[in-house]
């Protein structure tokens, strides 16, 4: 049996973490062919960076100095408090010589000593659109006593394909419906008449997306966290689009779209969260959005080819938009929790 031990990764060890790197990439590209690639950039930030709100710990299975397997332990401190999300992965060619089980031993061991409750992690399995992913994570995990909690599904937009002449058709039919309301495209942190209204929406992304069994609670999001949030993605060179739809005559912000863009990434790119107000839906606001962001886009990299995205597939409404404005389903991503408690 191999022998190994469960470190942390030392950030100043230049071949330890080369030797991460390339599990991470090795496993990756070897469960999931066919979804976005694999980006270092984004493990490497998340060496020496955080958020002032959670703590990302990165631990590794470490034999004679080469790295055989990966776990990353995210443990949020201003709210969710007894949840600890976390990924893990093992090369290939080290698989079923126990190092998941010892890394997941480990994960479970850490949370527990912060005082979690619930374990949770996100892991994607085949799906319409591609029946390449292995599923291997799902199989491991329903092994290990966790039990699938939400299930949601994986669309890409291939821009070059959009028909841009439905998409102004679809744009004129939902502006139609959207007078007294504008649109306020930006780049980075939102601006500061913004910065309130879009805090209350973040939180309500929390409360208002389908969550099934995922025991994720409440949170309370402010300008202070939206603004450090800003910080930690100028600090990864990523690139964070968004669209605000602000009611005129109240000047609230009913609802907003963004896109990210990773540091050094050329052709694929996230859709991340959508949220309209309550009290302003019915206005096509959400169609609306997604086709100024998706053309933002497009002004600010026109080479860009692929947008990812996922939604829970119960939220009938949001896919309906997003297959209408071109993304079309890959495969399907479930997010597994077990109590530990």
Known sequence: MTHYDIVPVDPSDHAQVQSWLSVAKAAEEHDNPGLRPWNPLRPLTNLVLSTDDARREQWIAVCDGRVLGRLELVLSDQDNTHLANFNLSVHPAERHRGIGSALLRHAEERAVEDGRTTL??????????????????????????????????????????????????????????????????????????????????????????????????????????????????????????????????????????????????????????????????????????????QRLLRGWRPRMKYVWTGNAVSNDHMISINEAVGYRIDCHELVFQKKIA
């Open 120 to 293: 949770s992690s996100w892991i994607a399995v085949p799906g319409p659109g591609n029946d390449a992913v292995s599923g291997v994570g799902a199989a491991f995990a329903v092994g290990k006593g966790f039990k699938q909690s939400l299930e949601c599904a994986v669309r890409v937009c291939e821009l070059d394909a959009v028909d841009e002449e439905a998409l102004d058709q679809l744009w004129d039919a939902a502006f139609a419906r959207a007078e007294g309301f504008e649109l306020v495209p930006f780049a980075g942190a939102p601006p500061e008449r913004l910065l309130d209204g879009m805090a209350y929406l973040h939180a309500r992304m929390y409360t208002d997306m389908p969550l099934g069994d995922w025991d994720l609670q409440e949170a309370a999001i402010d300008r202070v966290r939206l603004l450090d949030w800003a910080r930690q993605r100028r600090q990864r060179g990523e690139l964070h689009l968004q669209v605000a739809a602000v009611h005129k005559e109240s000047g609230e912000v009913a609802g907003f779209t963004e896109i990210i863009v990773e540091g050094g990434e050329e052709f694929h790119c996230v859709q991340g969260d959508t949220i309209v107000d309550p009290r302003f839906r019915g206005h096509r606001l959400g169609t609306l959005l997604k086709i100024a962001n």
